[in-house]
């Protein structure tokens, strides 16, 4: 099929070779790769400062750069997970763009759901030798129910040890915004999540968000502590290499 890239805003300003890598795999998996020059920001980042009006101009040309899409395909569960539940709330008062935006929830997917259960093809082949534990992300798995497909992706790599994460259900601190704006919150939550990591004993920490990954890697750094990081897509493309 032709799969439409969501390149959302961190990872391409900062992590982009998760973008590419994304691209790489869904080639490699036979399908046709498109990136729409016109998406910009899913919009969250107004939304949650209250900025409502500026979050739905900016939601409308999303919709627009996606409107001749037959699949959309993004790497955050965070972002897929605020168009899935919050753009009906910005459009329920036009129509138009209503209809438009329960098109693009009906066609869009956080990529290991996108690959495990549309694509059911949990074993990709990779290979990668390592110790590694899990985040689950708050948004993917409280707005998009994400539970099983990243570890069923991750049960497959051949060589990897996966480990559980201590209290994983519990939120990195980053949220956004909100580290922002409640540091001394955020980096009591985020220093909790650094000890049920250490206390793992991996030495790998794979997710679905690289602002988690961003957030925790960074307050590991900081402690002296450094633990690798990887996204999901990055360790399956990784794997994949012959």
Do not use: W
């Not at 498109?34 to 500026?54: H, K, L, M, T, W």
């Not at 899409?69 to 009906?88: A, F, K, L, Q, R």
């Not at 990195?172 to 004993?201: D, N, Q, R, W, Y």
């Amino acid at each position: 099929m032709k799969v439409s890239l969501f390149a959302t805003c961190l990872t391409n300003a900062f992590y982009p070779e998760v973008d590419m890598t994304m691209a790489k795999i869904l080639k490699h998996l036979g399908h046709t790769i498109d990136v729409p020059e016109g998406q910009a920001c899913c919009g969250q980042i107004a939304f949650n400062s209250g900025y409502i009006a500026d979050a739905r101009e900016v939601a409308r040309t999303l919709i627009d750069s996606f409107e001749r899409s037959e699949v959309v395909v993004g790497p955050s569960g965070s972002c897929i997970g605020m168009i899935h539940h919050y753009y009906p709330f910005l459009f329920e008062d036009e129509p138009a763009y209503l209809t438009k935006a329960n098109d693009l929830i009906r066609k869009s997917y956080e990529f290991t759901q996108f690959i495990v259960d549309i694509l059911k093809q949990p074993d990709l082949g990779a290979r990668y030798s390592a110790k590694a534990t899990y985040h689950p992300s708050c948004h993917a798995t409280r707005l998009l129910g994400i539970g099983e497909a990243p570890l069923r992706l991750l049960e497959h790599v051949k060589g990897l040890e996966l480990i559980p994460l201590p209290e994983a259900q519990l939120c990195c601190g980053f949220g956004g915004t909100f580290s922002v704006k409640m540091p001394k919150i955020s980096e009591a939550m985020v220093a909790e999540k650094a000890e049920h990591v250490l206390e793992s004993g991996a030495d790998l920490l794979l997710g679905l968000d690289m602002g988690c990954l961003m957030n925790i890697s960074g307050y590991l750094e900081k402690i002296n502590k450094p633990v690798k990081t990887m996204h999901i897509i990055q360790l399956l493309g990784e794997g994949m290499k012959p």
